[in-house]
């Protein structure tokens, strides 16, 4: 199982909002999101989804085949806890409203 932190999540966010370089932080942003959406919204197996990104560093791109069984993916048990709407947004507004975090000071 995969389990993912909000707080560590937020963390990561906070520190690539506080890169000075816009081009930089919008780079960041754009790989923190895409490897979220990984995790969380797999849209293939994680072995030939990774397989794959990785070998963009090189030439060679034999065609992947998914693992069978040995993901989350595959063996179809991928998915996230269930949770209520509003206790996330209760959460996500603690942090970002009335928490040590103002959304407007991730923005410089």
Same mark, same amino acid.
């Given at each position: 199982h995969l389990h993912l932190s909000i707080d560590g999540f937020?963390?990561?966010?906070?520190?690539?909002?506080?890169? &000075?370089? *816009?081009? &930089?932080? *919008? /780079?960041? %942003? +754009?790989? /923190?999101? #895409?490897? %979220?959406?990984?995790?969380?919204? $797999?849209? +293939?197996?994680?072995?030939?989804? /990774?397989?794959? *990104? %990785? #070998? #963009? %560093?090189?030439?060679?791109?034999? $065609? *992947?085949? $998914?693992?069978? +069984?040995s993901c989350s993916f595959c063996n179809a048990s991928h998915g996230t806890d269930p949770f209520e709407k509003t206790d996330l947004v209760t959460v996500l507004n603690v942090i970002f409203h009335n928490g040590p975090i103002q959304l407007m000071q991730l923005y410089k």
């Open positions: 937020v963390q990561l966010f906070v520190q690539t909002m506080s890169t &000075e370089s *816009k081009t &930089e932080r *919008k /780079l960041l %942003l +754009d790989d /923190l999101m #895409e490897t %979220l959406n990984f995790l969380v919204l $797999p849209a +293939d197996c994680y072995h030939t989804t /990774l397989e794959t *990104k %990785l #070998e #963009e %560093l090189h030439t060679t791109k034999d $065609p *992947k085949q $998914p693992c069978g +069984d």
